[in-house]
């Protein structure tokens, strides 16, 4: 008996709801990793910490992840295997490159910066931080193709199963709460997880790598057709995000640091599952052909992403305060609450601009994108960090993200009206909207 597929419309939803729970999953395992760190170890060593995460972010200016392209091509390619396997042996043939880059980028900003800091294993902490981020990377360039491949689920499933791997490992902090120790973890954690990622791409995917002279021009291709300029623009609102710490240390003391590191790492709990559910649209976008039903689909798309995003915001006003000295202690200063809830407020903003991005990267020019709006913006908004950092300090620079994504939401909108112009319909959800998302659930899969 032949068995009736599932519509486009269910795979595409069922794909993004399997991957925000593995964002959630993510997100928990790194809060309740966080919370470990904040409960056993120093205000000196959070800090070590919140002052590394916030160099990290210099590294993935050399993480281009062409792999990206999936969300666009994977469609073209998916139906033969040896155009698809070429393609991705194309791509991780350059992570393994960029790879070798990162470590040499970490190892100077390890000689040149944070030796100079006078902070005792900061530097061994950065190598392990950097190795815990490649293995990230692996582990994030293997769930995109899960993904563009609509096998979110058994991704999801796995990254269920490591977390309680990944999390029963920081418990070995009970017995030996130090910075040396955690950086140690970070590394063993990083090998154990690639091995096991490789093992089951290997398996689900049946991929077998086919190098010829051609994999090279297709590498070519993705980079300059999409790759790095995507990448350019992702750089542009991950620095933004995550650059405050490294900022911050420039001009205040290892206490307001710490508390600034606890309210960033918490309200990185508003931030990605955007990012990621605006993943779904470019994938339904790159199945769709039809003007009108997609310009009812980013409608869609906006609509949900703005009630997710405002019920974020709305749960952080209510019981943001008490979460935070649930986590991180009763004692917790409530400096470290007010600075929570101003960068909540600049990331609810932000986070209203990602499903325009994912119109941006399947319909416009990237590099034009990265040179009118991504570019300034990170000029502009490195700019307006330094001065809120150093005239205000912490509460200067939170209050500087609500600017900056401000700022770079305005410019994104400009953009789209611009060069991809769509009607916006303001119901919550229209007639149209509801009729195509009947479709999508009901249409059998042409493909």
């Known amino acids: 008996m032949n068995m009736k597929k599932p519509s486009l419309g269910k795979r595409v939803f069922s794909n993004t709801f399997f991957l925000l729970a593995d964002q959630v999953i993510l997100k928990a395992s790194t809060i309740v990793s966080f919370i470990i760190l904040v409960r056993l170890l120093s205000h000196v060593d959070i800090a070590a910490v919140g002052i590394c995460s916030g160099y990290l972010v210099l590294l993935t200016y050399l993480d281009i992840s062409p792999i990206r392209v999936l969300l666009r091509d994977y469609a073209r390619v998916s139906s033969d295997r040896v155009k698809r396997d070429e393609l991705l042996t194309a791509l991780f043939s350059f992570w393994f490159v960029q790879t070798a880059g990162i470590i040499i980028l970490c190892l100077?900003?390890?000689y040149f910066v944070l030796v100079k800091t006078g902070i005792s294993g900061i530097t061994f902490l950065f190598i392990a931080i950097t190795i815990d981020y490649l293995a990230l990377t692996f582990k994030g360039w293997i769930k995109m193709v899960f993904y563009a491949d609509f096998k979110q689920l058994a991704a999801t499933s796995f990254s269920f199963f490591v977390m309680f791997i990944r999390l029963?490992?920081?418990?070995?902090?009970?017995?030996l709460p130090t910075l040396l120790a955690y950086s140690w973890i970070l590394i063993f954690l990083a090998i154990g997880e690639c091995l096991m990622w490789g093992i089951l791409f290997l398996q689900k995917i049946h991929f077998k790598p086919i190098i010829r002279f051609e994999t090279i021009n297709i590498l070519k291709n993705s980079l300059t057709d999409y790759g790095l300029w995507d990448h350019g623009n992702k750089v542009v609102v991950n620095t933004l995000f995550t650059i405050d710490t490294a900022i911050l240390s420039w001009f205040s003391g290892m206490r307001e640091i710490s508390y600034y590191a606890i309210a960033l790492r918490f309200t990185s709990l508003f931030f990605n599952f955007s990012a990621f559910f605006s993943n779904g649209l470019q994938i339904a976008l790159s199945n769709i052909t039809e003007k009108e039903k997609i310009d009812e689909v980013i409608n869609t798309f906006i609509k949900i992403n703005f009630l997710v995003s405002f019920a974020q915001l709305?749960?952080?006003l209510l019981l943001g305060n008490w979460c935070l000295h649930f986590l991180f202690g009763a004692d917790l200063d409530k400096?470290?609450?007010?600075y929570a809830t101003i960068i909540t407020v600049?990331?609810?903003?932000?986070?209203?601009?990602?499903?325009?991005?994912s119109v941006i990267n399947t319909f416009c020019v990237l590099k034009r994108a990265f040179i009118s709006v991504f570019l300034p913006g990170l000029?502009?908004?490195?700019s307006i960090y330094v001065g809120c950092a150093y005239y205000w300090g912490a509460i200067g620079m939170a209050w500087g993200n609500v600017v900056v994504y401000s700022m770079l939401l305005i410019g994104i909108i400009i953009f789209i009206r611009k060069y991809y112009p769509f009607h916006f319909n303001g119901k919550i959800i229209s007639p149209r909207e509801k009729l195509l998302l009947r479709e999508l659930f009901s249409l059998n899969e042409t493909k």
């Open 379 to 382: 000029i502009i908004g490195m």
């Open 168 to 175: 029963g490992s920081f418990c070995l902090l009970f017995l």
């Open 108 to 110: 100077v900003i390890n």
């Open 335 to 338: 400096e470290v609450t007010l």
């Open 346 to 357: 600049g990331i609810t903003i932000m986070n209203l601009g990602f499903p325009l991005i």
């Open 314 to 316: 709305i749960f952080m």
